[in-house]
């Protein structure tokens, strides 16, 4: 399994970014993929995940209705789409891949075995 990032870059407050993860080695319908993000000096959280099987998806109470998390099973990359940016956004941002769809309701690490290699998100003011 391989997950690659792509897409961190510096955004202003109140920006928008995409994210990118593209996934290889997996077979869609029994992942779940999430997005974790780590600041400095704070533990890893997740973000956003979904259920590559069906869609339904979970993010964090810090960033719904701010991020948005999709999957283009053609394309084996799932997207988080990030809008309203604030500056708490700045973190590491890392996509990972659980094997059962249903990880995807319980976004944290334990249930994530494959990890890609972050991409950074820098938001200032």
């Known amino acids: 399994v391989q997950l690659v990032e792509s897409g961190g870059d510096l955004a202003q407050t109140g920006g928008s970014l995409r994210l990118s993860c593209a996934a290889s080695g997996i077979t869609f319908d029994d992942y779940a993929i999430g997005w974790f993000r780590q600041a400095p000096g704070k533990e890893r959280e997740g973000v956003s995940c979904i259920s590559l099987n069906d869609g339904r998806t979970y993010s964090a109470d810090s960033v719904k209705g701010r991020f948005t998390i999709t999957s283009d099973g053609a394309k084996n990359t799932t997207y988080l789409q990030m809008t309203s940016l604030k500056p708490e956004d700045t973190a590491n941002y890392y996509c990972?891949?659980?094997?059962?769809?249903?990880?995807?309701?319980?976004?944290?690490?334990?249930?994530?075995?494959?990890w890609g290699q972050g991409t950074q998100v820098t938001v200032f003011s």
């Open positions: 990972a891949a659980a094997l059962g769809s249903f990880w995807y309701a319980e976004c944290v690490e334990r249930g994530y075995d494959y």
